[in-house]
């Protein structure tokens, strides 16, 4: 079987998705992603709804909501402030990672 | 097929109540949340958990799980009695949706196929389903973050086989990763994760890229840190010296002066993107050995020409 060379989309700030297109690629309904951003999780640029753009990086924190909402049973603002954290203990790792071997 | 010991994987005796099966599984969740944990194998340890907790949560599983289990320890080789389950009815939800996927063998053959088997065969309202998003680590080099790389994945779709069983077959993907990607960046193949159910859309696959460690090179985000090491006289005196770096050699002025520990920035050199990272040259001074006789002698000179004393500011 011959294999074809597949390339992907690279989910970076350079790609935006509008709230109609995160929702199909997360299969979630706006409820849910409006909810998100009102917990301050997700920052879609424009100020009203119908103009929010968001990030292709944002479909990692969605998913990464999702999952701990679902697993661990944590409310929208548990989720953010574990977020949060992880994001500064990821910050952490690297600076710790840089100075151990020097 | 091994036998899988469910109260050793929750760490609870085989009398606990309810709630100490609960608080041990809520507790191993959150410290093997593969979002969370950086645990090795904390995603299988998850899995793991989770498939336990199905079983022990759930009374006619576990008691169906209890009759079956005495006798047998965990890593041993099983298949199951027939009829083992008779008399217990399973409450649980079949295929729903990433639960499919994620259970083992052992718990497949218990109480996956009998869910299973009544799917296909009935006639029913077919359900519509997008499939699953399949998740996976990717590692690559730093050269490859230059570069670019393909790299070929493996992935296990579950499958309805015509005796209406769950089985499992691999699916190989080649994929380009292209470059100047970085730590915790994901990309998407459209279509590439789990087929739909009835027709409905397949899922996503997700990659998420992590790098293999670096013989020379630290990694954060796109910049590098590079440790240099420099003669005390090139410190001392500035010198140009030639740096490695993962697109080729390059000159570094060092300035005269310069103390140890010196971070000099190489601008752009990092990994490639918009904006490219940066390479942080870090400079080590080290000293050459004093093994021989006119080694020796070198070092005995500066110490009585120099007047120098490098706990000054020690005042000692």
């Not at chain 2, 010991?5 to 009398?15: A, F, L």
């Not at chain 2, 590079?226 to 010296?241: D, S």
Request: proline share 6%.
């Amino acid at each position: 079987m011959k294999e074809d060379l597949l390339t992907g989309d690279i989910l970076d700030e350079h790609h935006e998705l509008s709230l109609r297109e995160l929702c199909r690629v997360c299969s979630l309904d706006t409820m849910r992603i409006v909810e998100f951003v009102d917990e301050g999780i997700l920052k879609p640029t424009g100020r009203i709804q119908a103009n929010w753009r968001f990030s292709a990086v944002t479909i990692q924190v969605v998913q990464r909501t999702v999952r701990l909402q679902r697993d661990l049973d944590i409310n929208l603002a548990g989720v953010a402030l574990v977020l949060d954290l992880m994001e500064e203990i990821e910050r952490l790792r690297s600076r710790v990672e840089v100075l151990d071997r020097s | 097929m091994d036998f899988k010991d469910y109260y050793q994987v929750i760490g609870v005796e085989k009398d606990a109540t309810q709630d100490e099966v609960k608080r041990a599984y809520r507790r191993l969740a959150r410290k093997y949340h593969p979002d969370v944990s950086k645990e090795p194998h904390a995603e299988a340890r998850f899995k793991e958990i989770g498939e336990a907790h199905d079983v022990l949560s759930d009374p006619d599983k576990r008691a169906a799980y209890d009759k079956l289990g005495a006798g047998w320890k965990s890593g041993q080789d099983f298949s199951p009695p027939p009829d083992w389950d008779t008399g217990f009815e399973f409450r649980g939800g079949g295929f729903n949706g990433e639960g499919a996927s994620t259970y083992s063998d052992f718990f497949e053959a218990l109480f996956g196929q009998r869910m299973g088997a009544a799917r296909p065969g009935r006639r029913q309202t077919r359900v519509q389903a997008r499939g699953d998003d399949h998740h996976a680590k990717v590692l690559i080099d730093l050269e490859d973050a230059y570069e670019g790389a393909t790299r070929t994945i493996t992935l296990r779709n579950p499958e309805w086989d015509s005796d209406g069983r769950l089985v499992y077959k691999e699916h190989t993907l080649k994929v380009r990763i292209p470059k100047g990607l970085k730590k915790g960046q994901e990309i998407r193949l459209a279509g590439q994760g789990t087929p739909g159910m009835g027709g409905g859309e397949p899922g996503d696959l997700y990659l998420e890229i992590g790098f293999n460690p670096h013989r020379l090179y630290r990694i954060d985000g796109r910049d590098l840190y590079l440790n240099l090491p420099v003669a005390p006289w090139e410190a001392a005196l500035g010198a140009t010296v030639q740096v490695p770096t993962p697109g080729g050699l390059v000159d570094l002025s060092i300035p005269a002066g310069t103390p140890t520990g010196r971070k000099l920035r190489l601008k752009g050199l990092g990994i490639p993107g918009t904006p490219p990272g940066d390479i942080y040259v870090i400079l080590v001074i080290t000293l050459p050995a004093a093994t021989n006789d006119s080694a020796k002698e070198l070092y005995r000179k500066m110490e009585s020409e120099l007047a120098f004393n490098p706990r000054s500011k020690l005042g000692v």
